[in-house]
């Protein structure tokens, strides 16, 4: 009797879409116990030692069940974790209906003439500068902050950021870090959608008026990571 229902819930667990695949890994959508769900699966490195690869994988997997966990307990919007599987150097995830990336609503939002310092995409940018204020003041760094990383649900100029993709993450206290977060999604922000450069300032100037003076030593601290950077392009 119990058969069925076994056979039935495997090949559910096996009947998995690939969404997309990246350097680190795969992104299937799949059914996994009555949830829509998003299955990460990462790849083994060959070029590493297997014992130092799974060490490394397992390390990186526990951290952003962590990071994901610890950003829901503090009231910002992630992926809910269902499972860690070491095994099969798989998470998975809680998977968000209808979502689109905050890259492809910009892309959309600029085809439908709206330029990037409209009042939709400048509140775009304080609420992602809100939010990522919240998310250092809990000293959580993303390690990989981009557009596509963030989500939208429908409505979706109203809806409220998820964040994602926090395999890179890590828990420190120190600007320094905070403040490469910032700058690694400056970068991200400035290569990838043109005409930004006021959208980017302001939600700086977001995160530097909203979060204080540990976020002032923060934006202090970008604009010495900015100068390494150009140092860095002019130099090798």
């Not at 992104?27 to 996994?32: C, G, N, P, Q, R």
């Not at 400056?186 to 980017?200: G, M, Q």
Request: proline fraction near 3%; include cysteine.
């Amino acid at each position: 009797m119990l058969q069925q229902p076994l056979t039935h819930l495997l090949q559910h667990w096996m009947d998995r879409e690939l969404v997309t695949q990246g350097a680190e890994g795969r992104l299937y959508a799949t059914e996994w116990l009555g949830h829509s769900v998003i299955v990460k699966h990462r790849f083994s490195k060959q070029y590493r030692h297997p014992d130092l690869d799974i060490y490394i994988t397992n390390e990186r997997m526990k951290a952003e069940a962590r990071a994901l966990t610890r950003c829901r307990s503090y009231g910002i919007k992630t992926p809910a974790v269902y499972d860690v599987d070491f095994n099969k150097s798989e998470i998975v995830l809680e998977k968000f209906t209808d979502s689109v990336t905050i890259r492809n609503f910009i892309y959309e939002t600029v085809k439908n003439k709206l330029t990037m310092d409209s009042p939709v995409m400048l509140n775009m940018a304080e609420r992602i500068g809100k939010l990522l204020v919240k998310m250092h003041s809990n000293n959580i760094i993303h390690g990989d902050l981009t557009t596509s990383n963030m989500l939208l649900v429908p409505p979706y100029d109203l809806s409220d950021i998820i964040l994602i993709d926090f395999g890179l993450s890590s828990v420190d206290e120190r600007a320094e870090d905070k403040a490469v977060d910032l700058y690694v999604l400056e970068r991200a922000i400035l290569s990838t959608h043109p005409n930004t450069e006021h959208f980017v300032a302001h939600l700086l100037a977001t995160y530097e008026n909203t979060g204080g003076e540990s976020a002032r030593d923060v934006i202090k601290r970008l604009n010495e990571v900015r100068l390494r950077g150009r140092k860095k392009l002019c130099f090798g």
